[in-house]
């Protein structure tokens, strides 16, 4: 292997992806325990060595092991190293960083309400269309308010206040129905029951920090602790998209480079286009289609081909196709559907090798001069230098205790935002609407008095009604008074009305 390339495994010829092409995307696909999870692994590895930085989320546990050196005294694995092409095998830890979105295994990940804005917080939430349109309606409400919506509180507060004036919302904004309202309420109820409040909020995360090398030229390879995150499938697609999506709207263009600026795995991807919405996939189709020019690879893993809609499928150069199980009419189908995509190598059957393939034995195929896929190969994957596996929660705290990252994140800021804003604007409405109350209360007991004094003759003693009325008029002068002043001119004017 030279130059800027990823030694992916070896059949009849080695299989490189170069890394001038990496930027163009890809696809590892395969049934569970075919293999996914190693190629995701010296992926990480390759990409890593050549000075890219890498994303990845580990959903079981095992790729952690990336930043343990993997098992020296293993034969087995210098043996198919040389299998597989590589001129030297030595076992070597690479730099990770760890994160995680509830901060327990890893650095925080937070992003504001307004970050994810209402598309990502409509596929969150699982709101219908209608529903999007009132939210919608609360952005643009904010925005114009300069409402800042960072956490969970700050949009639960703007639709009780939402809910609270609907008729003044509906004059500037257009209507606004209470059951939408109280669908929202519940949903983000429910999203907060799964944790999601810890993803919401400050300090928000810097994506330059997801694109770090060392000073030996190695890059960072950031691991996503989401064993936890990935039990609210809904949440851990949005937030991936999340993260995809910043990346597409804050780096610049780049162009044509020899290397990727970023390398984005997206595990378990069917997860991200179950039930989504056309608005939903159409975004996902741009963002693909146009980030590889800011020198971001975007690389999906999942079970079946057939996950990934065609319109992002076709954008996907660099494939490595593990075994697919035909035992259901759909499977058959999978598997006539990736025999199409791969460029065909005469004397190979490529429907028959995806069935036929092993365990660590995957399809190949990587654009190559001019960005025009290889012929597929069938290949042995070459073993990863890091250690296949999950790593202690000693080990794990000692690499946290090394990140460049330590304590940036960890501490929870919470400035005044919306919350703070709607509840002062809330006490000054209550302050505002008291005091006329109280000085209408003082009015009327005054007029009461006046009257009843122009009735009486000058020298008669007071009645028990004018009594009363002077009593109420003296105890609107303060705000227990004030009370009491309504409640007994209450009763004296019904007993009037009454006579």
């Known amino acids: 292997m030279s130059g800027n390339q990823v030694l992916v495994g070896k059949g009849d010829v080695t299989c490189l992806l170069e890394g001038r092409y990496a930027n163009r995307h890809g696809l590892v696909a395969g049934a569970t325990g075919t293999g996914k999870t190693i190629t995701l692994q010296i992926l990480a590895e390759g990409f890593a060595d050549l000075g890219v930085p890498v994303f990845l989320a580990d959903i079981k546990g095992d790729v952690a092991g990336l930043s343990q050196a993997g098992d020296s005294a293993n034969p087995k694995l210098a043996e198919r190293a040389v299998k597989t092409g590589m001129s030297e095998f030595r076992t070597q830890a690479y730099p990770v960083v760890f994160w995680d979105v509830f901060g327990e295994q890893g650095h925080p990940v937070r992003a504001s309400i307004s970050d994810l804005g209402p598309l990502l917080l409509t596929r969150m939430l699982d709101l219908n269309e209608t529903q999007e349109g009132v939210l919608n309606l609360l952005f643009k ?5 300069g409402l800042l919506l960072l956490d969970l509180k700050d949009l639960r507060a703007l639709l009780s206040f939402a809910a609270d004036n609907t008729e003044a919302f509906g004059r500037d904004y257009g209507a606004l129905s209470k059951a939408s309202l109280g669908v929202i309420q519940r949903s983000l109820l429910t999203l907060e029951q799964q944790g999601a409040e810890a993803f919401f909020g400050e300090p928000a995360l810097k994506l330059e920090d997801f694109m770090q090398t060392t000073l030996e030229g190695r890059g960072v390879i950031n691991i996503l602790a989401a064993d936890k995150l990935y039990q609210q499938p809904r949440l851990y697609a949005t937030f991936l998209l999340w993260l995809l999506s910043e990346l597409f709207e804050n780096l610049p263009e780049r162009g044509d480079a020899d290397l990727p600026r970023l390398v984005f795995f997206f595990d378990e991807a069917h997860l991200l286009f179950n039930d989504a919405p056309k608005a939903l996939i159409d975004k996902v189709e741009q963002v693909v289609r146009l980030i590889r020019s800011k020198g971001v690879g975007v690389y999906f893993i999942t079970q079946n081909p057939l996950d990934v809609p065609e319109s ?47 365990v660590g034995e995957a399809l190949v195929s990587t654009l190559g001069e001019g960005g025009v896929p290889s012929p597929v190969e069938r290949a042995k994957i070459r073993p990863p ?12 705290q000692i690499t946290l205790g090394r990140s460049p990252f330590k304590g ?10 919306a919350y703070e804003m709607l509840q002062q ?3 000054a409405q209550m302050q505002s609407a008291t005091a006329a109350a109280s000085a209408q209360a003082a009015e009327k007991a005054a007029a009461l008095a006046a009257k009843a004094a122009a009735k009486r003759p000058a020298s008669e003693p007071d009645s028990l009604w004018e009594t009363a009325a ?18 007994l001119l209450r009763g004296l004017l019904g007993s009037f009305s009454r006579r």
Request: aromatic letters at 4%.
């Open 408 to 417: 940036r994140y960890d501490a929870l800021v919470d400035r005044e935002s």
């Open 385 to 396: 230098r890091s250690r296949m596996g999950t790593v202690s929660a000693e080990e794990r």
């Open 425 to 427: 604007r809330a006490q």
């Open 141 to 145: 409400y904010a925005d114009d308010n």
């Open 470 to 487: 002077k009593s109420a008029a003296r105890a609107a002068s303060s705000e227990v008074g004030r009370k009491i002043g309504r409640e």
């Open 312 to 358: 992002i499928l076709g954008q996907l150069g660099n494939r490595v196709q593990h075994a697919l199980r035909a035992f259901t009419p759909r499977d058959q189908k999978a598997v006539k559907a990736a025999a199409e995509t791969f460029r065909a190598k005469p004397g190979l059957d490529v429907a028959t090798a995806i069935l036929e393939l092993g």
